[in-house]
């Protein structure tokens, strides 16, 4: 069964830091780009962040650049996403999803992230 499932989300004060994990069963993920995206409530799904299959190039949204950090471990089908100095704003439903081409094509579940005091 191709799933992606992540993990890690929760709930941590403004200033604080996550580490969220994207694991992939069923399919090989060194084969996909990687995207992590987010949606707050009322409002729409936007990216932030993306890596590419062998890790070389990476993508962030200006809202999170030199805050957040995507990697992968091919070896364990895992992507991460490491969320420092956490904003209120940054408060959503992280979902990866891992794609070939231009369309996602597997998505996980989505973990909920909370920043607040």
């Known amino acids: 069964q191709v799933q992606l499932v992540e993990s890690g989300g929760g709930l941590v004060q403004p200033g604080g830091s996550l580490t969220l994990s994207c694991a992939a069963s069923?399919?090989?993920?060194?084969?996909?780009?990687i995207g992590w995206l987010r949606q707050a409530p009322g409002k729409e799904r936007d990216g932030v962040s993306c890596?590419?299959?062998?890790?070389?190039?990476?993508y962030y949204a200006d809202s999170v650049k030199g805050r957040f950090t995507i990697s992968r471990d091919n070896a364990k089908n895992t992507v991460y996403l490491q969320m420092n100095s956490l904003k209120p704003e940054d408060t959503a439903v992280y979902y990866c999803?891992?794609?070939?081409?231009?369309?996602?094509?597997?998505w996980g579940q989505g973990t909920q992230v909370t920043v607040s005091s």
């Open positions: 890596i590419s299959r062998s890790g070389d190039n990476t």
């Open positions: 069923g399919f090989a993920l060194d084969g996909y780009a």
């Open positions: 999803a891992a794609r070939r081409t231009m369309q996602y094509n597997y």
